[in-house]
């Protein structure tokens, strides 16, 4: 084939090529080792002087613009390729009413947002703290020393960096005393970790809501008037409750404040360990190495904290039997309250 005949025979071929699959085929025809052009130039052997100068110049001429026309020929077709490609693919109708159900808020948002707004009505500022802290923050800044007993209640999940999964919202409390000084209202919700064996009533994952109210002359009483307030208003309703003595490091004196099992109304049950009362809310006066570690002047300050339990509270209120349930993600049982 001369050199005429391989140009006009390519430009035939570009012209009916019409998938890039085609394409790879027609570049051997032309350009592969034993293609019309590789053989033209192999040829030149048999051809000498002048005229294999001339024609030589003229087929590498030829090939460059084989590889050209053929390289150009590939993008032209892989673009009309794909627009095809979308243009098949099925439309959305924006207008055909979906299937999927309304969204929810979990149970335990739903408590946490009541009683903030409880507290927000009588003065309480809501503070956000990390989940992420270290030991001084969970235990040692709020009277726990190392080897302390009161540590064993509380084992957590340990990060390599050293630092740790907060196992109660009291973690807060320095950073908070340190940040506004006193006088000082205040709640911190969060979620809180241990390292638990899980039944009906203990998780790994709970979330607990701290309150800390620090002025001059706080007694046990402005502790019992808050937190028969909170719980009429969360239950919307007279809950009965007891007070008994408590110990934790960062109160003095420290109470368990338990309520009435609400769901077997005090019978017993396994949600209260049979015994019809339910710890909800242990509190107490803070402790003055509490509020010293925390810039507060103890002579001047006292305080009452808190430690509500709004795992448990999302329970009672609810009736959600096991605690399990709010972290299963299961929709049917999540997603039947309304605030
Ligand atoms: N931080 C305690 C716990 O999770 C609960 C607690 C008890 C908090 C007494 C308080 C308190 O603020 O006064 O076990």
Redesign the pocket.
Known sequence: MNIEEIRKNLNEDLENASESGKLEELRVKFLGKKGHITEALAGLRNVSGEEKKTLGGAINRLKKEAEILIAEKIIAIKLKEEELMVNAAPLYDLSVPSKTAAGSYHPITLVQRKCEEIFASMGFTIEEYPEVTDDYNCFEAVNIPKDHPARDM?DTYYLENGQLLK????AAQNAIMKKYGAPLRAIFPGR?FRNEATDACHENTFF?M?GIMIDTDISISNLIYFMKKMLSEVFEKDIEVRLRPGF?P??EP?FELDISCLICGGEGCPSCKNSGWLELC???MIHPNVLKEGGIDSEKYTGF???LGLTRLAMMKYGIKDIRDLNSGKLANLSQFVS
Request: charged fraction near 5%; aromatic fraction near 16%; glycine fraction near 16%.
């Open positions: 509380q196992t109660h919202t009291s809180c607990q701290e934790f960062f109160v420290g242990p509190c107490g904290a808190f430690g």
